[in-house]
């Protein structure tokens, strides 16, 4: 594997990881905004 093939699968795995964070967010986000709207 050449160090231009890692650094895009470094890269991928990178933005992979963020958008898991992300969602996981977005998602807690909205159930906790629901929850209080809705006691």
């Not at 699968?9 to 898991?20: E, R, S």
């Not at 964070?21 to 986000?29: G, I, K, N, W, Y």
């Amino acid at each position: 594997m050449s160090d231009c093939q890692l650094s895009i699968y470094l890269l991928q795995v990178i933005v992979n990881y963020a958008y898991l964070l992300l969602t996981r967010f977005a998602l807690s986000d909205l159930t906790y905004s629901s929850d209080t709207k809705c006691p």
